[in-house]
C-alpha cells in the first residue's frame, strides 16, 4: 500500500478481500488460551455494559481515528473492541472491514496490558510474525495500540494505529496515543452516564 510504484500497490479491492479472509477464519479456530485474561468473565461484563459492539458507524469515534491517522502519520488506525472470539471495529479509518479473529500479537495481545502495546516490525517480532495479518496477503509491519481502559480497571479493547511499514514510536508519540485512548473512553463513560438510571440526592 505504500510502494512508491503505483503498479506495486494492491487494490483497494485487494485489501478488502486480504482482511474479509481473516475475519471469515476466526470461526475455524478457538482463541488461544494464552490471550484470555484471568479477569475474562468480568471484562467480557464490562463489554456488554457499554452496549457498544456491533453499533453504526459513528461521527464522534471516526474523528478521533481520523485525527489518529494524521498526527502519527499511518494509513490506518482503529477503535477496537476486543469480543470473546473477535475484535470488532467501532471505528476503522483507512480500512474497510469491520471485525478480525481474535489472534495473538496485536488487540488481543494489548488488552493484557497496562499500557501501550507497540511492535516496531512485525515480520520479525516474535510476538507477531504468525499473526495473519502480518504473515498474510495484509503485510502489516508496525501496530501500537493503547487499551481502552474502564473507569473499573477493564480493558474492553484499544485505540490502535497500524503501518506497512516498520517504525518506532517515541515517548511523545505513546503519551499522544494514550491520551487518545483516554479521549475514546471519556466518550463512552458519558454515553453510559446518559444511560444509568441517576438516584435522587438527599432531601
Given at each position: ?72 502519520s499511518v494509513p490506518i ?127
Open positions: 500500500m505504500t510502494a512508491r510504484n503505483p503498479e506495486d500497490r494492491p487494490s483497494s479491492r485487494e485489501v478488502t478481500q486480504a482482511l474479509q479472509d481473516q475475519a471469515a477464519s476466526r470461526a475455524k479456530h478457538k482463541v488461544d488460551a494464552a490471550l484470555i485474561p484471568s479477569d475474562e468473565d468480568a471484562r467480557m461484563e464490562a463489554v456488554r455494559r457499554y452496549a457498544i459492539l456491533d453499533t453504526p458507524a459513528d461521527g464522534a469515534f471516526d474523528r478521533i481515528t481520523s485525527l489518529a491517522a494524521r498526527l502519527f488506525a482503529i477503535v477496537s473492541i476486543v469480543d470473546h472470539d473477535r475484535i470488532w471495529f467501532k471505528s476503522h479509518h483507512g480500512v474497510p472491514v469491520e471485525e478480525i479473529g481474535r489472534d495473538a500479537g496485536l488487540c488481543a495481545s494489548a488488552i493484557l496490558q497496562d499500557d501501550v502495546w507497540v511492535i516496531e516490525n512485525a515480520p520479525e517480532d516474535p510476538r507477531t510474525l504468525a499473526n495473519p495479518l502480518v504473515a498474510g496477503e495484509f503485510g502489516l509491519k508496525f501496530y501500537a495500540g493503547a487499551p481502552l481502559k474502564s473507569r473499573d480497571g477493564y480493558n474492553l479493547g484499544t485505540l490502535c494505529i497500524l503501518d506497512h511499514e516498520p517504525r518506532v514510536l517515541d515517548a511523545s508519540e505513546s503519551a499522544t496515543l494514550r491520551d487518545l485512548a483516554a479521549v475514546v473512553m471519556n466518550v463512552l463513560e458519558l454515553r453510559l452516564d446518559s444511560r444509568t438510571p441517576q438516584l435522587p440526592g438527599p432531601s
